[in-house]
């Protein structure tokens, strides 16, 4: 980014939030006014911004100026369109609609690599000539006109629901994340975790395990993750001794589980509100259990490699004081406080109370952990806030964009209900072999997708299945996310385990070895809410859910530990043995 055009990314940036946040406090805007409003301020970024070459950034400036017109074209005729009902009219409407999705899976291919574009580019494929396919993967045929209008003009595909949570929902929390990220928010969260857990046995580890917790809560990406937290977290325990794989490999493992820690558990769980129609609370408190025990795991795991290596904790010259604790603390704790507030106490939506939160924290921005103001460093504050918010936003909406276009050809092709009927009788009709199926389908799609994007292909295919057999709407869908996120520890593509074996550089095969067995509770956890399925009812049946999840707790204690204690072979696999056990007989 040259020195000239750093201020245009400021501004676009600054556009981006005030839109989003109008969006929020103006009432109601037309879907087919603020969702391609929502991809015209993404094109740029993910166009423009991520060149790397003359050619790319020739290419990109093209594709920008014909996406913004097929926009704004949508924009200024949305009513008319709407008379439409999807169906287009004349070759300049079809050559628009082209460009408009070549556009959008050419944004995705830039912002996240080809696997996601290129499953969006065999729907399309499929719809214009699935008729032609023999037996009953086939389909009866669309007309192009049809096709092609249902995906670009009406509230089918590029501007369905999936684009609409990332307009009022997604956008909001990102930007918020940004604020956050942009001052001492991520120092208090360190200082906290040091404060915690810094004096304990493996405490340099624990340190990691609780600061990723609370940083990746926000952040929604592991990668990110490891990339933020692991710069502090993974020097501090490889100069305190500790191995470089168990040092990566906590890391990308803590880092992982931010995804499934409310209370905002990254893009997934608003996707997830849509998906469902249950509300976001309900969301959040169903899964709060699942992701303590998943910590628990990794907490009892870090206890068991402390019995195979000496793992110090934090040097007390190196541990915060609590004057800082108790200051830094307050950086995120207020913005917190305020977003639950107001989604528990204030009755507000949540895009609502996290405005609330995000102006609670920007006005934040202009104090230091010394409680000093300072408009300069504001100022460079604000203008991280600008370019961090405008280009994650446009990347989460190239990725959702992406989506709704596999999801807009399942639902127009009846695709969706065929891999359905497919995933029901490959399992026989059974429960637990429909589940493995669709954690295997999960793991694959997940190597090469995005966690949200690869969650929402699979719960549209393998969800009514799953719901069919017997399970709850919410129990799959958590079920399904919680599989989506296999990939980011495990190979053959381990999205957190790579960054954080290059950060300390260690062989990654060894990082994913270790972190497969510290995070064992992302293979288990799943399960252990189908087996008991009161885990996930705290808000109906507390004492239940309690009872349930201290079961799973007392199961998922001896595997971690029957797993990577130095103990007997024999005592190991009883304990494993008897976790099992645990967790899976007599479900409550």
């Known amino acids: 980014m040259s020195a000239i055009s750093r201020p245009f990314w400021i501004t676009l940036g600054a556009i981006s939030i005030a839109f989003h946040l109008w969006l929020i406090f103006s009432g109601l805007v037309p879907n087919l006014v603020s969702r391609p409003i929502h991809m015209a301020l993404a094109l740029p970024w993910a166009l423009i911004f991520v060149a790397k070459t003359p050619a790319q950034k020739i290419s990109g400036i093209i594709l920008t100026v014909t996406g913004l017109i097929g926009c704004g074209w949508i924009v200024f005729n949305q009513s008319a369109l709407g008379d439409q009902y999807g169906f287009l009219m004349g070759n300049g409407q079809i050559a628009m609609a082209s460009a408009l999705l070549l556009i959008v899976l050419e944004m995705a291919r830039r912002a996240i690599g080809w696997p996601l574009p290129l499953v969006a580019a065999i729907a399309l494929i499929y719809a214009l000539y699935g008729e032609y396919i023999p037996g009953e993967f086939g389909h009866a045929g669309l007309p192009v006109e049809s096709m092609l209008g249902t995906l670009t003009i009406a509230e089918g595909g590029l501007w369905g629901s999936l684009t609409g949570v990332s307009v009022s929902i997604v956008a909001i929390f990102v930007i918020f994340g940004a604020v956050l990220n942009a001052g001492e928010a991520g120092q208090g969260f360190m200082n906290v975790a040091g404060a915690a857990a810094g004096r304990l046995k493996g405490g340099a580890a624990k340190v990691s395990v609780v600061s990723s917790a609370l940083f990746g809560s926000i952040s929604g990406s592991a990668s990110a993750n490891v990339a933020s937290t692991g710069a502090i977290t993974l020097p501090a325990m490889t100069r305190l001794g500790y191995p470089k794989r168990l040092a990566a490999a906590v890391e990308a493992v803590a880092s992982s589980g931010g995804q499934i820690m409310p209370p905002l558990m990254g893009a997934g769980a608003f996707v997830m509100v849509e998906l469902t129609g249950r509300p976001y609370v309900d969301i959040m408190v169903a899964a709060i259990l699942p992701a303590i025990l998943y910590f628990l795991a990794v907490w009892v795991g870090i206890n068991a490699f402390a019995q195979r290596y000496d793992l110090p904790g934090v040097p007390e010259e190196d541990r915060p004081q609590m004057r800082a604790v108790v200051i830094t603390s307050c950086f995120f704790l207020v913005p917190f406080t305020i977003l639950l507030w107001g989604m528990f106490g204030g009755g507000y ?81 059974m429960l637990w072999p429909a589940l493995l199926l669709t954690a295997l389908a999960c793991l694959i799609l997940g190597m090469e997708v995005p966690t949200t994007a690869a969650y929402v292909i699979c719960v549209s295919v393998a969800g009514p299945a799953l719901i069919e057999l017997g399970l709850e709407p919410l129990q799959a869908h958590l079920f399904v996310f919680w599989f989506a996120l296999l990939s980011t520890i495990t190979p053959p593509v381990c999205g957190a385990v790579f960054i954080a074996a290059g950060m300390v550089e260690e062989n990654w095969l060894k990082v994913a070895g270790t972190a497969m067995a510290l995070g064992v509770g992302l293979y288990i956890v799943p399960l252990a809410m189908i087996a008991n399925a009161s885990l996930i009812d705290l808000a109906n049946d507390p004492v239940w859910a309690i009872a349930a999840g201290l079961k799973v707790a007392v199961g998922l204690t001896a595997i971690s530990f029957g797993l990577i204690s130095p103990r007997a072979a024999f005592v190991r696999i009883a304990l494993v043995a008897v976790g099992g056990i645990a967790i899976f007989a007599a479900g409550i």
């Open 349 to 429: 939506t949540p895009q609502y109370a996290a405005c609330l939160a995000l102006m609670a924290g920007a006005a934040l921005l202009f104090f230091d952990a010394g409680l000093t103001f300072d408009l300069n460093r504001a100022k460079d504050r604000f203008t991280d806030v600008c370019l961090n918010a405008g280009r994650q936003v446009a990347m989460i909406g190239s990725i959702i964009l992406c989506a709704s276009i596999v999801i807009g050809v399942l639902g127009l092709t009846g695709l969706g209900i065929k891999i359905t009927s497919l995933l029901l009788s490959g399992s026989g009709g």
